[in-house]
Each structure stands twice: as structure tokens, then as C-alpha cells.
Nanobody, 124 residues
Framework: QVQLVESGGGSVQAGGSLRLSCAASGYIYSRYCMGWFRQAPGKEREGVAA??????IIYADSVKGRFTISWDNVKLLYLQMNSLKPEDSAMYYC???????????????????WGQGTQVTVST
């Protein structure tokens, strides 16, 4: 069982930056594939960034060049978000997937453990 806790959300003006953190209850680096997802009101949950056990990374087209997923240590994952836009406003979730080496899951149904989410609001 993996417990995940997100933090770092908040309100920011368009063009600003935020860094989200995902703290795990145990050692997760190279044991799980990890992902960041977001869900805006009335919309489906969508993948933002994902990282495999071999550190291969996939970004959603909408965030490429602006967001960066990275590890701080074996239990802490980040999502650096730059050049934020109002359409980035959503609840952001961290998730862990039991996955094979070389795979990078990106769909919500592929992930087994979820955090409670942290709200990001970007104003014009």
C-alpha cells in the first residue's frame, strides 16, 4: 500500500509558476511508475505528466515545454509548472502505478494509488 500526499497548490496569475510536491509513505522511486493528473470541474481527469521506473517521461501536449516532472529523492516527486495559463486551473493529483520496466502509463485507470489532490487556480 502506498500513501501519497500532494502539496504546493495555490492561486497564481497567468504567467506565474508553482511547484507541486507528492510525498510518499515509503520508497517509491524505481518501484512504481508515477503520474500527475488534473481534473477541472465538469471535465474528465486527464494526464499531465508521467515517469516510468527507468525515468522515461511523457507529457501531455498541452503542458510540453512548461511543466517538468522530477524526483527529489526516493519518496518525493515534483511537478514544476511554469508559464501557467487559466486553462491549467484544476485539482491536481499524484498517482502511482504498479508497472513494468520500460512502460509509462498515462491513463487514470492504469494507476493504483492516488493522493487527495491539491488545487491550482490561475487567474488572468
Amino acid at each position: 500500500q502506498v500513501q501519497l500526499v500532494e502539496s504546493g497548490g495555490g492561486s497564481v496569475q497567468a504567467g506565474g509558476s508553482l511547484r507541486l510536491s507528492c510525498a510518499a509513505s515509503g520508497y517509491i522511486y524505481s518501484r512504481y511508475c508515477m503520474g500527475w493528473f488534473r481534473q477541472a470541474p465538469g471535465k474528465e481527469r486527464e494526464g499531465v505528466a508521467a515517469i516510468g521506473k527507468d525515468d522515461r517521461i511523457i507529457y501531455a501536449d498541452s503542458v510540453k515545454g512548461r511543466f517538468t516532472i522530477s524526483w527529489d529523492n526516493v519518496k518525493l516527486l515534483y511537478l514544476q509548472m511554469n508559464s501557467l495559463k487559466p486553462e491549467d486551473s484544476a485539482m491536481y493529483y499524484c498517482a502511482a502505478a504498479v508497472c513494468g520496466m520500460g512502460s509509462v502509463p498515462t491513463k487514470p485507470y492504469e494507476f493504483h494509488y492516488w493522493g487527495q489532490g491539491t488545487q491550482v487556480t490561475v487567474s488572468t
